[in-house]
């Protein structure tokens, strides 16, 4: 964590990272639910959103798209990443270097590490290299701290996640991005483990709205700086609508009922929001 | 994808590339049907025709012949490929770096990646490094995404071509060779899946002139650039004429029924033309 | 050992060094007897104390904590680690590159070997790595010297922690941290081993104080140059009071009596002091 | 092939090359029909013969032996090769880099490909990298392409060698070195997939002179560019004798009766000369 | 084997190295027999006898004290090395680069191979590395050749030994460091199948003076250039008694009986002397 080296992706110390690399880790199944966004014009129009403070994209994505949105939108440069075709041990190959993404026009680099993993160790020695590249360039580092293998049988339990967010930490990332650990008492210890070093949650699968701004209300009073989403906004019919929700959520510490009023979307579940 | 790398191999952003590699990827053997195209001066002959817009070929191949066409032939380096005598997993040697290949005058490299390969992960490494040198260059880059491996059993289903595109666009390739997968409808879908950069169709084993034609004409309407081509060209005992048919089909629009006109071919299976 | 070359580290050719570097390798289980010093500010504090000759910890607690201490503290770059979810041989990740940390201001580096597992021979050509960029950039240079391994049942025997302390001199660090080896004269022989070069003994889990204290004392007497400790200090409710204790053992040559004074502690066995 | 890259170790397009690994490849055993070859000035003298266009050594024996002649000889730095102490599948150390062996005072690089192995990835990329490196320094490119390993178990049929010396024109080989296939329309095919690379038939084990006359008779009619040789002319009593017969086979045309006459030799099988 | 590269570790091409590295090759064990030799001071000021043409050590041990030695000994540095703590197949890690090695002061380089192991070709390949900068920097370079792993049972044999010193030949060591083969024919044939390169047996463990001083005059005799001699030096109460003998047979030609003379040693077998 170097202050401030990641204040291009964020606002306030707060972040909303449109996360969309389903192309490549899931593949084409998972735009079935809405096939616009199989289209990467769609999403870098949702990333000029005012409430999306960064689009994270692999290599190809940027070469091909970022020219015609880098002044509305702030690039970060997915490094690392695995289709799903990969059958062996959780690893990700390093697709894009440093050097690259900073020609490209990237404000900050992403960077996969699965502890747990049989391929753990060259996992952390390509972050270091690739951290330590970034450091040159002054892009921030954003780590997808993500324990997985043969060894791990829950990797969303609190102590996991917060020993994700302190390998964030240790290791030199500006902020880590963790599964929700289920309990905002969770979520705060992870985040306290991160010492001065951000902590955002992951979006995951598509939750209905008042159950998804909850969460992520719980993970900002719980003390984390925000959400990398993908799937949870990009699978919906109208996701500009999501985002005017995570908006007030994230950086106007609206409260849920605030946030749904905001979106014009009915509760589900009212009485959770007495 | 970077707009108009590829420039120098397509033409209205379309490409005929005649692919001879069989004698490394299969040996001698493939030469068998039509002995004379083992001699590579015969294959650049055939590339000086009006409808190829580029040769692929090897290391070796380009530098023993490529100097007495390089007015006539735009050429495209395919940086690795193995022998058939290699009995593991799916895997590929990188035979050519891309500094070697600009020396020898190349416009463009290609490269094949087999997703789902327990090598997988390095061979994307490997490409990466060779994108990156690419685009250092200004040489265009074409992936032959050929999904492979111990995991899969069937590679041609639409969702695995679908996917094979959508790597190339994510991982950078300008062009993206795959497989035909079955339908125009699934041709079309793995067109969209790779969004703004190109997708030619491999031309497979030799089959008869309608067939074929047929096949390139669906795979057109349904979104491809053109058809990257090698055995189904040099296995003819005229491969001037079937040239003379894929130009019409791929660059001028011409139906099945018309290119076998151009070629003076007689159909097999009239009734397919109404 | 390049005389000299710890000087920034040491004080009339003694050391104790707060290794605090838990987070990575334990995780935040480590924390939980004194939670506090999960937070790294309280530990640079500590590390402030006039006992303390440098600080060890992981590159993102240097590049996030320490240019608020470097007037204070003297930063000792821990460059390899792992986390316990590692379930591999024993292995660690390099997380740090020497010029890095040069130039995020450490005056040393310290880097851990497993003698017998697996992986020592990477691990010890990793370190040659780091200890000659260290030499180029006078640094001091700290081996964690652990014997571990598939092939190691018992690794704090006498002969093994005087093989730890004699791979330290042969290898080229200044200064080797082993485990106390059980005795004065298991001590006795493994810094004789280390020739010209210094042991420090690992502080090891939380024991009481004057158990502590009379092991230390041992050490000392047994020619040890002084302590690496982590948990023994920070699992404390008052780690500023044994740090006093320390000081006065390591530095002042102290009883274990004085030293127990010094802290204002009452000794557990007062019959041991006579 | 780049035309004329291997100008130096040929002459009118032919090549006798003497090999002299043997000490590497089999140890001492191999010198024992004819200890006075295991002094290599013994083999550099021989190499002074006007038959002889390279002698193919490792790096030691030029570095000790080569400064003496090298007015007289031209060297072909043999750079990979590995003792038979090695158990595993078949592969080869790069002894020798090609920045070393262009100082030493090579005209051309020797490499061993063993296309089948399960090392033949790592070996097609060591070969690229000597390959691309002799370029720079204008070096002949000559490849030993003997299929090995454990899916190969007759390497020398005739689709085996025709396959080999097909690899050694697409990756990149000026001369090619192969096993004799058995038959001269085998050579012949061999050579014709060679494309305008050369290929040179390997001497193999010791023969009497007339049956190795005739098979390398065979070979240069079948259209190979000469003979690479070890063992077939140290092995003899007296070496220089089989060297005036290759002379007259290779250089001059000359049929075996011809070339036996030159030796003053005495046909083995008279009746095989009508 | 570059003629005088040597010449900085030989006297009259004759040379005898004082070998220290157990203390990381077998560990402090092997200092029992004679403590004092533990510290590096003690071996440093044994160089300095008219015998030793240079000490081997690694990098640690020269850092501590070569500077303290460097007007009265030459420096051979012993640049690869295991700890017996290892495990594994026979294999030795790189631990010093000849950059580093020529700052310190070395000479000359020593560097292990075991041949036969599953390991040989990666330890050849590094032995390649060290070897040409070696050469940049002009220093010597010493093979240490002892095959040894799964395949090998007998490491000793006449034919092994041969091929030990045939592989430093032809892999470029000036001098090949072997055990000694049994007899006096054996190691004239070792050292003829090193061509010009030069050998030198290995001292081995402890014997009584008459046998070791035999032995060394034996394979003197035979052609050896020397000896390279640790323990059988080190674990005598009185090492510079059998220095003062080994000088006399090596430099001066003496007999064993002579050297006794010198040496002020009874001999233990006088019948062996006529």
Chains 1, 2, 3, 4, 5 share one sequence.
Do not use: C
Not at 175 to 191: C, L, Q
Request: no cysteine; aromatic share 6%.
């Amino acid at each position: 964590m170097i202050p401030h080296a990641d204040e291009a992706i964020t606002r306030d110390d707060k972040s909303l990272i449109l996360a969309y690399d389903h192309g490549l880790e899931h593949g084409p199944v998972d735009f079935e639910p809405n096939p616009a966004t199989a289209d990467p014009d769609r999403v870098f129009e949702l990333a000029t959103h005012d409430a999306v403070t960064a689009v994270a994209v692999q290599k190809g994505i940027a070469e091909g798209y970022y020219p015609s949105y880098e002044d509305d939108v702030t690039l970060l440069a997915k490094l690392n990443g695995t289709s799903n075709l990969w059958m062996g041990e959780p690893n990700s190959s390093v697709n894009w270097t440093v050097e690259n993404a900073a020609e490209v026009g990237a404000d900050a680099i992403g960077f996969t590490v699965y502890g747990g993993s049989n391929h753990e160790i060259e996992m952390v020695e390509e972050f270091r290299e690739a951290q330590e590249a970034a450091r040159e360039h002054d892009l921030g580092v954003v780590m997808w701290s993500y324990p997985r293998g043969q060894g791990l049988k829950n990797a969303t339990t609190p102590d996991t996640i917060a020993y994700s967010t302190r390998l964030g930490l240790e290791l030199g990332a500006d902020i880590t991005k963790v599964k929700y650990p289920g309990s905002p008492e969770a979520m705060n210890h992870a985040v306290t483990m991160a010492g001065n070093s951000k902590v955002v949650m992951s979006g995951g699968s598509k939750t209905d709205d008042q159950d998804f701004l909850a969460t992520v209300r719980n993970a900002m009073d719980a003390g984390a700086n925000g959400l990398a989403v993908g799937r949870n906004v990009f699978q919906r019919d109208n996701p500009e609508q999501i985002l005017d929700g995570l908006e007030a959520v994230i950086f106007e510490e609206a409260s849920v009922k605030d946030a749904l009023d905001v979106m014009g979307s009915e509760p589900t579940n009212p009485a959770a929001l007495e």
